[in-house]
């Protein structure tokens, strides 16, 4: 993707400074061999001098660089990387997507950053609480993203997941006439930008903090998989489901025990789980009559089941059985059904 080396690259620029500027800037961006880099506190402690010092002589090494006739020399290959941050990324992009983009190697992509940070064609946007490190040619394009992707952000509900096809869409609302520039492989490499959008396991997004999208142990994972069956399911089927979706062991006991204990999860029969947001209601089968009586008002026999059957997986004598208690309900004289007072 790039047609220059690196490595050799970054050698010929660092030859122009005098020996210590070359060595805290290699520290500092990993350009040694084994490609390890230090803090300006670490750095400091190797020559006796302070964290503050370091960090002048690294901006010293840095502007000499960016004024010396080697830099001037190689300035087509800085060129050539404000083309790719605009091919890639519209003008912005990422710097962890533009580093896999362009190298798998930890040690090249150290000399590739140092690249970036010397090169002047382009610039830095520092991370922060709401984005990544992200590099841009356009500020005009920097901030309409990011105004794009915070409205993105401030639509979504705590806990809502949205399909790849549908955050993208949304997207495209909230750029408005920018989004007709670009492609939609863009469009997802700018979502990369925020840390206030994310994407769980199974590819939909939502928000970043919510345990739908950072999975963090058996219950999320199970809630996952039975969003993504799309019905219920018996848990045992949900402790096999996380194992072949996530490649993650779930023991059959233990993923009972946590949909038990989490609201997420409603029991709507034998062993069997529904998501709470599907609409169930909660409780025993007693419980679900109690709701629907109160709510309806009286019922048929027949009525009664077919509305039990929506909320519960049980047979139409578990239900008949549970109608017996007198304490509860009672049969009036046109034949239906309603609680007791």
């Known amino acids: 993707m790039i047609s220059f080396k690196p490595k050799q690259v970054t050698k010929t ?74 091919q890639l990324g519209g003008g912005l992009i990422a710097e962890h997507v533009l580093l896999d983009e362009l190298s798998s190697d930890p040690v090249i ?23 990544t490190h992200r590099w841009f040619t356009e500020r005009k394009t920097l901030d309409a993203v990011e105004k794009a992707l915070q409205g993105v952000h401030d639509k979504l509900s705590p806990d809502e997941l949205v399909s790849e096809h549908e955050i993208i869409n ?6 408005a006439e920018i989004a007709a520039d670009h492609n939609e492989e863009v469009l997802k490499r700018w979502l990369s ?60 006991a233990t993923t009972h025990n946590e949909l038990i204990k989490d609201s997420r999860f409603v ?24 709701e629907i009586l109160s709510h309806d008002g009286p019922l048929s026999r027949e009525e009664i089941i077919d509305k039990v059957r929506k909320e519960r997986y049980v047979k139409d004598n578990t239900i008949l059985v549970n109608l017996q208690d007198a304490n509860l309900f009672k049969r009036l004289a046109n034949g239906t059904y309603t609680l007791t007072e």
């Not at 150290?110 to 946007?125: A, E, M, R, T």
């Not at 949304?170 to 750029?175: A, D, G, K, Q």
């Not at 489901?241 to 993650?248: K, P, R, T, V, Y």
Request: proline share 3%.
């Open 13 to 86: 620029l660092l030859d122009v400074l005098p020996e210590r500027a070359r060595d805290v800037l290699e520290k500092r961006y990993g350009l040694g061999t084994d490609g390890e880099t230090y803090t300006l506190e670490a750095i400091g402690q190797s020559y006796g001098i302070t964290r503050e010092r370091v960090r002048q002589i690294e901006n010293y090494g840095i502007q000499s660089i960016q004024k010396s006739d080697v830099y001037k020399k190689h300035y087509e290959l800085f060129i050539e990387m404000q083309k790719l941050i605009d």
């Open 267 to 290: 029991l709507v029969g034998r062993g069997l789980y529904a998501l709470t947001e599907w609409g169930y209601t909660s409780g025993v089968v007693k419980d679900v009559l109690r």
């Open 109 to 131: 992509r150290n000399h590739l950053y140092f690249l970036l940070v010397v090169g002047d064609p382009f610039y830095k946007s520092k991370e922060s609480s709401q984005y």
């Open 193 to 252: 930008i925020s840390k206030q959008i994310g994407r769980n396991p199974l590819g939909d997004w939502g928000p970043a903090e919510s345990p739908n999208v950072r999975v963090k142990g058996i219950r999320d994972y199970a809630y996952l998989a039975v969003k993504r069956h799309g019905s219920p399911m018996h848990f045992r089927e949900v402790a096999t489901a996380i194992n072949e979706l996530f490649g993650h062991k779930a023991h059959i």
């Open 170 to 175: 949304r997207f495209r609302t909230e750029l």
